[in-house]
T-cell receptor, first 115, second 111 residues
Framework: DSGVTQTPKHLITATGQRVTLRCSPR?????VYWYQQSLDQGLQFLIQ???????AKGNILERFSAQQFPDLHSELNLSSLELGDSALYFC??????????????FGSGTRLTVV | GQNIDQPTEMTATEGAIVQINCTYQ??????LFWYQQHAGEAPTFLSY????GLEEKGRFSSFLSRSKGYSYLLLKELQMKDSASYLC????????????FGKGTTLSVSS
């Protein structure tokens, strides 16, 4: 157990639908990062939150949004789902922005299948 | 932006040594990481380099040359369980503190 908890582990939904993925960071970590991993694209950075505030954006589609709550858990909302959104979605956490020499800790991921 | 290149696939035999190379281009370099990922599982941290040189950790070593935008991961005494994808990632100040990953190198170890 890495200490980063993601739910659900698996999700199957239809095109056009909306889903919410949840992440609880490791205890004490203030930063949360969301990544999408598909077979052909590798791990793509979507968005980072630090202590409740958006810190950086990567290749996140406008149909996707995220937030980090006061208890530091984060949710990634995916709407108007398309077949191409099928992927593994990972959450990672780190202690604080700008500093770590021991890597970021990943959760076990949510496998999203859009049918 | 960032650009990270690493070979797509490599093969090796048990007991051998393999070197996985990574080249990168980034505007605000602030560290290079190597992760291991088994199929369908979460990436796990292997090493971190921010200064030039070699970092050794057991069977795994990682090297960085910032002037050349180059790193490698060296795996010694290969075992079957080392069959996995190895991901090179850079931390670029322009992306907050997020890690930007290469597409990974799939290593297959045979007996």
């Amino acid at each position: 157990d890495s200490g980063v908890t993601q739910t659900p582990k698996h999700l199957i939904t239809a095109t056009g639908q909306r889903v919410t993925l949840r992440c609880s960071p490791r205890s004490g970590d203030l930063s949360v990062y969301w990544y999408q991993q598909s077979l052909d694209q590798g791990l793509q950075f979507l968005i980072q939150y630090y202590n409740g505030e958006e810190r950086a954006k990567g290749n996140i589609l406008e149909r996707f949004s995220a937030q980090q709550f006061p208890d530091l858990h984060s949710e990634l909302n995916l709407s108007s789902l398309e077949l191409g959104d099928s992927a593994l979605y990972f959450c990672a956490s780190s202690p604080q922005t700008g500093d770590t020499h021991y890597g970021y800790t990943f959760g076990s991921g949510t496998r999203l299948t859009v049918v | 932006g960032q650009n990270i290149d690493q070979p797509t696939e490599m093969t090796a035999t048990e007991g051998a040594i393999v070197q996985i190379n990574c080249t990168y281009q980034t505007s605000g370099f602030n560290g290079l990481f190597w992760y291991q990922q088994h199929a369908g599982e979460a990436p796990t941290f292997l090493s971190y380099n921010v200064l030039d040189g070699l970092e050794e950790k057991g069977r795994f070593s990682s090297f960085l040359s910032r002037s050349k935008g180059y790193s490698y991961l060296l795996l010694k005494e290969l075992q079957m369980k080392d069959s996995a994808s190895y991901l090179c990632a850079v931390r670029d100040g322009q992306a907050g503190t997020a890690l930007i990953f290469g597409k990974g190198t799939t290593l297959s170890v045979s007996s």
